[in-house]
């Protein structure tokens, strides 16, 4: 007789129903892929009468934790609520009663996920969390699995799929002739109607949610602890569609990216703000709703994976293949988990980069103002140019330590005639 594993689903909103799809959907190939068969007993919810988009038998539905959590007969727990509390704490208490638990929680894995570790260490169960990271693409499994005979020196990666979806909606907004200053609010409204951001959307569009998968994804390829605080965060709100137009006349392309690697020093930087890449930068081809990563090491030299990354499905599908992954493997190695070793990050202000900048001004005196520092600071210059707002003119610099540009910038944001951008280069 086929053992039966026994499951509590925490949520059953997008990213739960997800699940409950996938569990009904495929359930034939994950008893071939794990000679398991896998039935859920409890879904908690908040709300018992809310309608919902997967139909869920009401006796497994539940508004008590401790029914799904202290049901000895339940084997593994799926957090799906997303947020740091309850989830947190429900974690917590399921590791301390003897279950495993798969979560898809980046917020919680960046805050306390060296804590949930360690606890899931000492009651000898699994904490899996690979849907906490860039939807569907197996990238954490592929660093601690396959790749993990390689010393990692660089990992870029677009993490959140709804910005990248935002800039390239900007991008087709400008080309198709919508003034500069709308393309953003335009591109925002699409992405709120698809689905793919919320209707509160700060945690995209200022890079929270991007900045949260780059601590968790910078301590698995680097084996470093990684403070969710020494992650550098800068997002996209304050992009304009003149910004994707210049992309595109210097044939690159404007995402926001998550990059960590190692320094020359042995310091860990690792850093999410809007980049301009190359267009035979891996990533360059990623569009819409899609994640990308891209990998060096000294093993495989470069590998770059990208897929879907939003939506119900796609995070789902990272959630179910943890779930295959604890059936068949369902005893932890005895082992200290290496990525929370200590280590020293350093600062984006210890960086030397290339940098663009657009400058904006009601007058040629304004702008000539504007344009002085940078000259001497050895910045290239492309023509000026008027438009209905006033003059405008963008400057390419050489290479410049980080912390040493950003104090000559913030004093060129003090004056009162201008407005200044600046983007970074890959």
């Not at 934790?65 to 799926?78: G, H």
């Not at 569009?205 to 969710?228: M, S």
Request: aromatic share 4%; proline share 6%; charged share 20%.
């Amino acid at each position: 007789m086929r053992k039966v594993v026994r499951l509590s689903v925490l949520g059953a909103g997008t990213v739960g129903g997800g699940v409950l799809t996938l569990l009904r959907e495929n359930a034939d190939l994950l008893e071939a892929q794990t000679g398991k068969r896998f039935e859920v007993r409890h879904v908690l919810v908040r709300d018992l009468s809310k309608p919902r988009a997967v139909a869920v038998p009401p006796k497994l539905l539940t508004t008590n934790p401790q029914t799904a959590l202290c049901d000895p007969k339940v084997d593994i727990v799926l957090e799906l609520m997303g947020g740091l509390e309850p989830a947190r704490t429900l974690i917590r208490d399921a590791l301390q009663s003897g279950k495993h638990v798969i979560t898809a929680n980046k917020l919680v894995m960046a805050v306390s996920g060296d804590e949930l570790i360690r606890v899931a260490q000492r009651h000898g169960v699994r904490l899996l969390y690979e849907a906490s990271v860039a939807g569907s693409l197996p990238i954490l499994n592929a660093l601690q699995g396959s790749l993990a005979g390689n010393r990692i020196n660089r990992v870029v990666g677009i993490v959140n799929s709804t910005t990248n979806f935002i800039l390239r909606e900007m991008e087709r907004a400008v080309d198709a002739g919508e003034p500069a200053e709308t393309a953003y609010n335009t591109a925002l409204r699409k992405a709120q109607e698809l689905g793919y951001a919320e209707a509160a959307p700060s945690s995209d569009v200022e890079g929270y949610d991007a900045q949260y998968k780059t601590a968790i994804l910078a301590r698995l390829a680097f084996l470093q602890y990684v403070p969710l605080e020494s992650v550098y965060r800068e997002g996209i709100s304050h992009l304009s569609g003149r910004d994707l137009l210049w992309a595109k006349r210097l044939n690159m392309g404007l995402k926001l990216l998550s990059i960590s690697e190692r320094l020359p020093d042995g310091r860990l930087c690792a850093r999410v703000h809007p980049t301009l890449i190359p267009r035979d930068c891996p990533l360059y081809l990623v569009r819409g709703a899609f994640s990308g990563v891209w990998l060096q090491g000294n093993g495989f030299q470069e590998m770059s994976l990208h897929g879907f990354g939003a939506g119900a499905l796609a995070t789902a599908s990272a959630v179910v293949g943890d779930l295959i992954e604890v059936a068949r493997h369902p005893k932890p190695l005895r082992l200290e988990d290496p990525s929370l070793r200590p280590g020293e990050t350093a600062p984006i202000e210890s960086l030397t980069m290339r940098y663009f900048v657009r400058l904006s001004a009601p007058s040629e005196d304004a702008l000539r103002a504007l344009r002085e520092p940078l000259q001497t600071l050895g910045a290239e210059f492309h023509p000026s140019e008027t438009l209905q707002q006033g003059i405008e003119q963008v400057a390419l610099t050489p290479p410049l330590n980080e912390g040493e540009f950003q104090t000559v910038m913030t004093r060129l944001r003090e004056q009162e005639n201008g407005q200044v951008q600046v983007i970074r280069f890959l």
